[in-house]
């Protein structure tokens, strides 16, 4: 092994325990290579896995996974855990279908304890797990929980800090401090720590008014200082919060000299210079946050707030414009809505930036603190529906089930581009109640034309004959259009509306329906209490008899794979949508062979 490569050698952390300093330097600068290699193909989390290889190694080290168990909270930085684990043969299908998570997975190791890849809850399942390990009588467990500054801002966090301090059980917090989340970290706690790395003196941390016992800050790159600190806390017989400070991107000369995330999430890039290749198409967050610009330089009284995720929210452009009219919370959802009810009891129109996935982290403040006093506030929510590499935690298919529930919401799905601005403006004028604007990740869609407008709603294809009304929701505008095409040919008369405002369902849609032989409607979100659900029962309040037929994602935990594989296996792709068309008119006679065959199958 001393003259090959050490990284060809690791099978497991019994390898990494056997060996010497030098060794594991040259192990961390292989990790370092093969990351920057492997993810220049595949894509992925980068800067942050970078940073955390020296830590990543000292903790296997130290502590003996699975019998002890490291948690890693969101799971960006879960790379190098995999790579020590066993895993590095499955990085060239990393985030692929079939292929491994780009975050922790149950299903793949023994060394995963959680899969759940939203911020803030590993102390939580840490505070959990050391309750199960005492009541068993397992002392000899450790519990570690590793967390990064910028997850550290989310309630839930504090939470657990608050129980894991007063209950005195033996939880080893992590904390990795790169001064980062996506942006910079937000808040009196980035004020704190800065203090904290630049040495400044005082008296007692804040971790330390809380009953923790704090070592640190410890350099994050120093093995040697690093596994010292990890063996005084695993003996400590107590709570300990190990401050350790990295470098996102470390080692990695692109990564470390973008000042934007340290090359935090990348798609396939080139590695000698960390510049992306490929085609580079406009996506819905960039026509967002232009179009959010252009609004607020007409109105004063438009804010947004992002939580953590300036960027990729789109809201870089204002914040850059108007950096007194943006507010980044930190990961706090919770916190970031019922702000936004507080600007709009003020007078003014907040904008909160979000994933749909992180909407349901806010469920209650949504209902309570917008809805029930009417806050004029729109919630953006970007990577609506199937999201695809990212996996089962941030498909974002629950928003719709989520909002229809709510009282006085009014929830637009743009089809493109062109769409997203118009609503986007129509939403922001909104007074009285709040406003939801849904859109997919990835590359905005070719712009489809409205051939008339009924009842507010947008025309965009007109049927030969009375046969099929479909619903179209946001995104799933052109595989709606094209299996409306393909039918067409076949003798099917097919009608696509795009609602524009998909939530509360509207009443136009019970006249339409009524002149047809079959009412479909395809979302890409989940399948129960969806727009789907919401045409049903208003097709049975106003007594219409007309066949139905919903088109959704099956409310399960999807796997990561491309967006269009997973819609194309949901049977959301515009062939399938025609089978089953087809399939519900009970007329597979007229259409050829090979869409019979599909028809007879699907049935």
């Known amino acids: 092994m001393a003259g090959g490569s050490l990284l060809s050698e690791v099978d497991g952390p019994g390898a990494v325990k056997a060996m010497g300093g030098g060794q594991l330097v040259r192990l961390a600068d292989e990790i370092r290579q093969f990351l ?7 894509g992925g989390h980068l800067g942050s896995n970078l940073g955390v290889v020296e830590l990543t190694i000292a903790l296997h080290r130290v502590f003996d996974s699975p019998r002890d168990r490291i948690l890693f909270d969101t799971g960006h930085q879960a790379y190098v855990h995999k790579i020590l684990t066993g895993r590095r043969d499955g990085f060239g299908r990393l985030r692929k279908q079939g292929g491994l998570s780009g975050y922790p997975s149950q299903d793949e190791s023994e060394h995963d304890v959680i899969a759940n890849s939203h911020a803030s809850t590993a102390m939580s399942y840490a505070d959990g797990l050391a309750k199960g390990y005492q009541l068993s009588d397992e002392n000899d467990r450790h519990v570690v929980a590793v967390i990064g500054d910028g997850s550290l801002t989310g309630g839930m966090a504090w939470e657990a800090l608050n129980n894991i301090a007063a209950a005195g059980r033996p939880v080893i917090i992590v904390l990795n401090d790169n001064g980062r989340s996506y942006s910079p970290t937000a808040g009196a706690l980035a004020t704190h720590l800065k203090a904290l790395r630049n040495g400044a003196p005082g008296g007692s941390t804040f971790f330390e008014v809380l009953g923790l016992e704090y070592q640190g800050p410890v350099d994050g790159h120093d093995l040697s200082a690093l596994q010292q600190a990890f063996e005084r806390a695993k003996h400590a017989g107590r709570p300990v919060l190990v401050h350790c400070v990295t470098r996102k991107g470390k080692g990695y000369g692109p990564a470390e000299a973008d000042d934007v995330d340290h090359l935090h999430a990348t798609g396939a890039f080139e590695p000698t210079t960390g510049k992306p290749v490929g085609t580079t198409q406009r996506s819905w967050t960039s026509v967002f946050g232009s179009e959010l610009l252009a609004l607020a330089r007409q109105d004063p009284k438009l804010v947004a707030i992002t939580a953590a995720m300036l960027v990729p929210t789109g809201l870089h452009e204002l914040q850059r414009a ?39 982290r806010a469920f209650d403040q949504v209902l309570l603190d917008l809805a029930l ?27 719709l089930s989520i909002l229809r529930l709510v009282p006085g919401m009014r929830v637009a799905a743009p089809r493109d581009g062109r769409r997203l601005a118009e609503l986007l403006a129509q939403s922001v004028a909104c007074t009285g109640h709040p406003t939801a604007l849904r859109f997919p990740k990835g590359p905005v869609h070719p712009d489809i034309p409205t051939l008339r407008v009924v009842d507010g709603m947008d025309v965009l294809r007109t049927g030969s004959s009375p046969d099929v009304l479909v619903v179209s929701v946001g995104a799933m505008a052109t595989a709606c259009v094209a299996a409306a095409d393909l039918l067409a040919v076949q003798g099917i008369g097919v009608t696509v509306i795009d609602p524009r405002w998909v939530a509360p369902v509207q009443e136009g849609l019970a006249v339409l329906g009524e002149r047809h032989r079959m009412v479909v409607v395809v979302e890409d979100s989940g399948e129960v209490g969806g727009v789907g659900d919401g045409v049903v029962r208003l097709l049975r309040e106003r007594r219409i008899a007309t066949r139905f037929l919903g088109v959704a994602v099956p409310q399960r935990f999807h796997e990561h794979a491309a967006r269009d594989a997973i819609l194309t296996a949901a049977g959301m792709d515009a062939r399938s949508l025609a089978t089953a068309i087809t399939v519900g008119l009970d007329n597979v006679t007229a259409v050829p062979r090979d869409l019979r065959m599909l028809a007879e199958r699907s049935s």
């Open 373 to 399: 006093h009417n806050a004029a506030v729109t919630l953006v929510l970007d990577r609506a529906g199937i999201t695809g590499e990212d996996g089962p935690s941030h498909h974002g298919i629950w928003d």
């Open 36 to 42: 920057v290699t492997s993810l220049a193909g595949t």
């Open 322 to 360: 108007h950096p007194d009219r943006v507010y980044d919370v930190g990961l706090a959802e919770q916190h970031a809505v019922t702000s936004a009810a507080g600007l709009a009891l003020a007078g003014m129109h907040p904008v909160v930036a979000i994933y749909s996935t992180f909407l349901n």
